[in-house]
């Protein structure tokens, strides 16, 4: 699977951004997808997951009420829509892919990572 990640960009405290992650190479309902973020000097972060269908969400509380992430199957696309962005959501945001479980994809684990997009949110 290849994973192209867009969206990226310069946002103000408070602001929203939504980022998109368009997959090819596979069967994209095959797969259970997520988002991570890495900030500079820091530990790639988990940031949400979602299963084949759509039907299950995982988010850590960081970002939980703020985020969320979706998925149209038709379109071979997941989406994160970031609202109420705050400075510490400044990072590179991957997408990642694992056809076994959204355990692996929550764990960090994933079969296939996507290149990054920038997010930077100014105070």
């Known amino acids: 699977v290849q994973l192209q990640a867009s969206g990226g960009g310069l946002v103000q405290t408070g602001g929203s951004l939504r980022l998109s992650c368009a997959a090819s190479g596979r069967t994209f309902s095959n797969y259970n997808m997520g988002w991570f973020r890495q900030a500079p000097g820091k530990e790639r972060e988990f940031v949400a997951a979602i299963s084949r269908s759509g039907s299950s969400t995982f988010y850590p509380d960081s970002v939980k009420g703020r985020f969320t992430i979706s998925r149209d199957n038709a379109k071979s696309t997941v989406y994160l829509q970031m609202n109420n962005l705050k400075p510490e959501d400044t990072a590179v945001y991957y997408c990642?892919?694992?056809?076994?479980?959204?355990?692996?994809?929550?764990?960090?684990?994933?079969?296939?990572w996507g290149q990054g997009t920038l997010v930077t949110v100014s105070s």
């Open positions: 990642a892919a694992d056809g076994r479980s959204i355990g692996m994809v929550v764990s960090g684990t994933s079969e296939y």
